[in-house]
């Protein structure tokens, strides 16, 4: 679920694995009448080796199960960490076939949650039936505190916020359909407000100065966001 993530949290592409296209294979996809409930449909690695699709067996990383199919041809389905057989989600429906193999599906419709292999929630969404964001989209640590939120405004802008630790905010960045920054706050982690020409001076979410210091801190947050829910 990286590229969610990533998705929900940030409406756009960074430099990141997670932006990469979604990992399938289509050689095994079920048709209507191969259908069976309850039963493992795919494997997945770790984060650490792509988070790859597998019709075997795996030792570490996800398992998905398929759980039942619709009259309107959605799926729902549901993913366990391989080694303590725990949900890494609760169960969510896909309305494409391709997407049972992937674990960066497009087509999510409804909520979505993910929990950590100790059971609590990490990361809450919402979908519409168009599988469009219709948030808020929030990332939490196993306190149940805010790490970072997302939230879409009819208008079609996003506000970003992020926090360091809970309570220690580090950025809100407001920002268009595509990626053009409206309004832009960083801190460090003492609370030292960031100057204007250094967080996000060029208006961009993809700056061409790749060192400006409100970039590079929303980077360091999405990659840490990204491996939370791979530590014990």
């Not at 729902?76 to 391989?82: G, K, N």
């Not at 208008?155 to 960045?173: C, F």
């Not at 706050?185 to 700056?207: M, S, V, Y």
């Amino acid at each position: 679920m990286k590229k969610i993530i990533l998705t929900a949290l940030l409406a756009c592409t960074l430099v990141t694995p997670a932006a990469a296209s979604a990992k399938t294979s289509n050689s095994t996809l079920p048709t209507s009448s191969s259908i069976q409930k309850n039963l493992i449909i795919a494997y997945f690695s770790p984060i650490q080796f792509g988070n790859e699709y597998s019709a075997k067996a795996l030792s570490t990383g996800y398992y998905r199960v398929l759980l039942d199919k619709n009259a309107q041809g959605q799926y729902l389905v549901q993913d366990f960490y391989t080694q303590t057989k725990t949900p890494q989600s609760a169960p969510f429906w896909l309305s494409k076939s391709e997407d049972l193999h992937s674990f960066d599906p497009n087509s999510v419709t409804g909520e979505l949650k993910l929990y950590y292999a100790t059971g609590e929630v990490y990361f809450t969404t919402q979908y519409n039936q168009q599988q469009q964001l219709i948030g808020p989209s929030q990332l939490l640590n196993r306190q149940g505190q805010l790490l970072s939120q997302e939230t879409m405004s009819a208008d079609g802008s996003t506000q970003s916020d992020y926090w360091y630790h809970p309570n220690v905010p580090a950025l809100k960045v407001k920002f268009d359909s595509d990626g053009q920054i409206l309004q832009a706050q960083g801190w460090d982690t003492e609370g030292k407000a960031i100057a204007a020409n250094e967080c996000f001076a060029e208006k961009t979410l993809e700056p061409k100065n790749q060192l400006d210091t409100c970039y590079l801190i929303m980077n360091l947050l999405n990659d840490r966001n990204q491996t939370l829910i791979e530590e014990p």
